[in-house]
Every structure is written in C-alpha cells, then in structure tokens.
C-alpha cells in the first residue's frame, strides 16, 4: 500500500465560501484521500492521501472548477536520478567484487603457484577458492542467471544464456575436479574459477559503463528544467511580489520585466514587448507580444514590461510538455537488433546439442573409463563456448570507432547510435542555426541612383541604434563592423509593426516596411519589384525613405553556411533523403531549401509537431536522423533514431541528442554515418572471427581428433585459441584507426 503523500493544487473559479466547501467535498470524496483543506484566500487546496495528482485536478475539475498541481518540474526527475545512480553503483561493486576473486586467481594459476588439485592441501584449498567463486557468481552473477532463465522458459537464447551457461559449466566442472580430481584424465584436471569471474566482472563493468551514458540523457531533462525561473514576480493585493514558482496559481496576475524569463504560461493583459520564443518556435528574431497574446514560461522577454494572467502552471506548462517529450521520446528508442544475440539465438540451442552428442558419443563408443571421458568432453564443449571473444567483438569495434569519429569532430554518446547511424534512410534537418547562421545579418543593401550604399547603411544605423527592434541590431553591426560613425538624429519614435521616423539634417527619415511607407505616401518606384525578389530568397526588405522618397531597401536574413549546400550533397551520395523541419515562414524555408538543395520542407511547425513529424516518418518505415541545435529541436533529436547535435548550439540539444558536431557543420552528419557503415562491418568481421575459434574449437573439445592422434583439448590449448580469438578481434577493430572520411573502408 502507498505511503500518504501531500498534494498541492491550485484551484480558478471560486468565488465564495461555499465553493471552499464543494472542492473540499469533491476532494474528500476520492479514494485514498485523507484529508482536504482548501484556502479560498490563496486558491489553493492541500490534500493527504495515496490518491495520486491527476486523479485529484480530475476530480475539481468535474465538480466544475479549473485545476492544476502545484508541483516542482524536477521533483520526478531527481527520483528517476537517484534509482540511475544506485543501479550504477549496484553494477560497479559486483564487478569489484568479481575482479577481486578473478584478477588473483589468473595471475597465482599463471604463474602455477597454486598447489596440485590431487593434494590433501590443494583439493581444500581450491574447495574453498570455489566456494568464493559461487559467492561472487550469486552475488555479482545472479542477473545473468535469471535473465537466461527467462530466455530458456520463452524457448529464446541471448547473451545471458550464454554467459550462465559458461560460467556455469565452468564452476560446475571445476568443483567435480576439485571434489573427484583422479575421476578424469590428467590432460583434464584443471579448475576455470578465474574464468567464471573475471567474465562476470567484466560484463558487469560493461553494463555499468552503458548505463552511465545512458544515464547522461537525464542531464537534458535537468537543463529543461532550468529554463524556468525559480520565482515570478506576482501582483498581490495591489502590490507585486516576489513569490517561489511553485506558488503561482491560476489566473494570477504576473509582471515580467526585461531581461527576465516568462515565469508560467499566460495571456497578456497590459503592456507589450518582445520576446525571445526561439526555444519554442526556432526562430532567432523575438516576437512582438501585445495585449491577448499568448506568452509561454521560459522565454526571455527581451524589452518593456507588461502583465499577464497565469493560464497554465505545473506539468500543463509547454516547458513541462516539451519535457516530458523528450523523457517520452528517449524512452521509446527503437531497440537495435544486437548482432550478438541474434547469432546466440542459433549458436546457443547448436553448442546444447553438439554437448548432448559429445557426451552420449563418449558414453556409448569411447574407451574406459566411459563416464568421465564423457563428462570432460562434454563439459569441455560448453566451457570453450563461453563468449570471450565473442563479448569483446562489437565494444572493441565501437570503441575504436567512437575515437575515430571524435577525430572528425564528431562525439557520439553510445554504441547504439554508433550502430543505427550507417542504417539511416532519411536525415531531417532544423533551418536556423542547423543549415544556416542563426544570426541575422545583412545581406543586401539595394540604393536607388542618387544615394550610395554606405550613406543608405550609415543613415539606418543611427535610426535604428535607438531602437528595440530585434532587427535593428543587425543593422547596427553592419555599420560598426565598417566603422560608420552615427550622425545627428532627433524626433525618433518607433511604430510596433511598422518601422520607425526620425529627423536628421531636416530631413524626414523613415525606415520599415512597405505599410509605413505607404502610410506615410512615399514613392517606393521600383524598389517594391526588388523587395519581393529579395522576400523570394529569404531575405526581409526594409525599407529606407528620405522626405518621403524611397531612398533605398537594406535586407536582413539568416545566411546559409557556407559548406551546407556541399554537405547535402555529400549525404545524397550516400544514397539519403534530406528534408527540413523548421518553424520559420514556409517562404523563407524554401528559398534556404533551394539554396542547398534540400529534398523536402516541413515548416511553421512547433517543438510537438516536430517530434509527430520525426514519428510520422518513422512510421513510414524510414530509419531518420534528426539534426538540430535549439532547445525547439529536443524532443524530435531524442524520437530520432539518432540525434545529431550542433554543437554550437544550446546544451539541451547536444544533451538530447545520440551524436555532437563540435565543428557545427552539417559533414559531421556524412563523417558521422561514414565512420558507422565502416565500424558495423568491421563487427560483423569480429563476430565472425569469434565464431570460427568456436566453430574449430568445439569439435576439438568434443573430442573428434582424440581417435586419430589420442588428443583430447588441455586448458593450455583451450587458453592458446581463446588468446588467438581475442588478438584477432583486437587487432582487426583497429584497423578502424586508419579510416578517413573521404574514401569508403
């Protein structure tokens, strides 16, 4: 049964005392609640029970009111953090425990310093070294035990039925010789207890590894997170206050000033500004926000002030939907097929047969005595079928193979994504920041015949340098970075969503779009037909008016990077469909698409339609890669089947995402899937040299040369080829190191 645990709801729509009374009923009235008190001054209710959050906003929301939970967003995240940590350190004792054991008893039966197994003081000493090992193999062992378990009653094979059924074999075995070491022929009379631990500690070790790179996802959640403000600044009794945010109640008024991060979700209701959407939108030019327009917690309000109503708090949040995206997107990760348990799924039931064969070969044809030659070969059979070099055949190869990458300036956080990458289909990219700048800059200054361009720029700046608009400071660089000096200007005022007018040498200056102009009865000419030639390509035409006269059009836009185009080019020799994916105008999308030659657009979308739009795909059959460097970019980078981060953009993206470009270029993506094809090969060819040390020695083990030469297989010969098998499975991984990106390997 649950412990009771604390709710706190926030409740809209009360109005009088009796209302405190039916919220209060309809909250007692749900199952596992203990006990209700709502305050009508603070709208808030406080409930004790087992009942859980959703069951309770459900049960005021049907008596007729609104709720929400009031609820920290990293409250979740920290419990799924620490149950990580603990199965984290959980993996790193048990294969301490098991390295302890194993590690001393190869180097003492190396160096042969243990006494003989047939000795009064060797049978009790290595009775006692057995005991020790079953010890570690239950306490550090126990999982693969269960997990073949499970595999066996499914009528199913992986890597823990072969791993339970080495180590097993092996500590089975050695105990008979231990306990019976003259029922064998001398030939056989050697114990495997370091083998049986020293497998274990190093799977053990492996996992722990994998884990705590998967464990890094979690690291993008707490960044998330961190986008909310800690406190909001609430309008309380006619005065504004600063309050923790998990107080901010429904339909509470809130004031944001600039500079400051949009505490909760609401709608404006005095005031207006620009904020800073693009960790929603993609966008990298802030939006105008008036009264009625809608405002989402965690966005930068970047200038003025205003008031808005709080709408949704807690989890309703589109910060804490963008959240739980991507915890939902990360979790539903397509499996990859792992290599090494589907051939486990035909070698295991193959190596079971092969014993029960040996053993009934020597049972019923071999000399005397029949019992024990049956027992050594068949034992011998499942002991060589241990996956030594079996289990090192694919992280060898992904080891070298993320090094290799990280030389291209590509980090890639699991083998798993190192896999998938060379399978991909589809590479879906995000536009700004992504394919190009994300920074505005000017990129076309078009003068009418009587001005020049550096007097059209130079006038601009010094209109624009007094104001807000996000645009402005473009221009602004522009003239800076040709060292423009600014030149006497008075009477400036800005008109939201037009343009700005200010005097200057007695003349009228105006500058925005083609409404003011015509507001104002300027003569645009021609420039109108070169501003949609530029609107075409993507770029924003404003435009500059001198006394009314149509001086000239300054462009602002976001630039393609230079090497886009040739690394989209570079993925279609690859045989991949490239789309894009953005929030920006369809327009503007396009004219980047042209300029790159991108297959595909899918724009104006949001961080929700992103993610659909990923899955869509997928559920077409395609296997995507998701490219992107924005917060907006999250949940799609983590529903791909493989993120790749910019790595110049924000920390959640990269955190997101399977794979970084530190270089910010999209040739990442094609060193990246380059680097995969190349490291999927080589495992293939590990996994084949693994198999043919089994293949040969399994029938050696089994005794079939023991007719024509008397040679049954000694632990010396057992340790020679799995020696031989490893050394082939090392050294071929690293021929990965010689891998470049330019030429297929």
Known sequence: MSEPAVHRLSIGGMSCAGCVATV???????????????????????????????????????????????????????????????????LLRQAAAAAALGVPLMVFGMSDWFPPLHSDSGRLLWLVLGLATLGVMIYSGRHFFTGAWKQFIHHNANMDTLIAMGTGSAWVYSMAIVLWPHSVP??????????AAIIIALINFGAALELRARGKTSEAIRRLIGLQPKTARVVRDGREVDVPIIEVGLNETLRVRPGERVAVDGVIIDGESYVDESMITGEPL????????????????????????????GKDTVLARIIELVRNAQASKPAIGRLVDQVAAVFVP?????????????????????LSFAIVATMTVLIIACPCALGLATPISIMVGVGKAAEFGVLIRHGEALQQAGRLTTVVL???????EGRPQVTAIVPRGWIDADRLLEIAATVEAASEHPLAAAIVAAADARGMRRLEMSGFEAVAGRGVRAMMNQQRVLLGNRRWMEENGVDLGELPQQAERLADEGQIPLYLALNDMGAGIIAVSDPVKADSAAAVARLHRLGLKVVMLTGDARTTA???????????????????????????????????????D????????????????????????????????????????????????????????????????????????????????????????????????????VSNANRLRFLRPDREA
């Open 350 to 370: 193959s190596v079971l047969i092969v014993a029960v064969l040996t053993f009934l070969a020597w049972y019923n044809l071999g000399p005397d005595p029949q």
């Open 630 to 729: 924005g917060i907006n970019d999250a949940p799609a980078l983590a529903r791909a089947d493989v993120g790749f981060a910019i790595g110049g953009g924000t920390d959640v993206a990269i955190e997101s995402a399977d794979v970084t470009l530190m270089r910010g270029s999209l040739h990442g993506v094609a060193d990246a899937i380059h680097v995969s094809r190349a490291t999927v090969r080589n495992i293939k060819q590990n996994l084949f040299g693994a198999f043919v040390y089994n293949t040969l020695g399994i029938p050696v083990a089994a005794g079939v040369l023991y007719p024509f030469l008397g040679l049954l297989l000694n632990p010396m010969i057992a340790g020679a080829a799995m020696a031989a098998s490893s050394l082939t499975v």
């Open 186 to 195: 001398s030939l056989a009379q050697h114990a495997y207890f370091e083998a």
């Open 430 to 436: 995000d536009k700004t920041g992504t394919v190009t």
């Open 286 to 313: 802030p939006v105008q926000k008036r009264v009625g327009d809608e405002v989402v917690g965690g966005t930068i309000n970047t200038s003025g002030s205003f008031l808005y109503q709080a709408k949704r708090i």
């Open 24 to 90: 209060e009923n309809a909250l007692r009235a749900v199952p596992g609640v203990l006990d209700a008190t709502v305050s009508f001054a603070e709208h808030v209710a406080v409930v004790r029970g087992t009942a859980d959050g959703a069951t309770l906003v459900k049960a005021v929301v049907d008596a007729g009111y609104e709720a929400a939970e009031l609820k920290e967003l990293d409250d979740e995240q920290a419990e799924r953090e620490a149950r990580e940590q603990a199965e984290y350190r959980r």
């Open 590 to 628: 396009e004219a980047v698409a042209r300029q790159v030659g991108i297959d595909a657009v899918i724009a104006e979308v949001l961080p929700e339609e992103k993610e659909q739009q990923v899955a869509a795909l997928q559920q077409l059959g395609e296997v995507v890669g998701m490219v992107g």
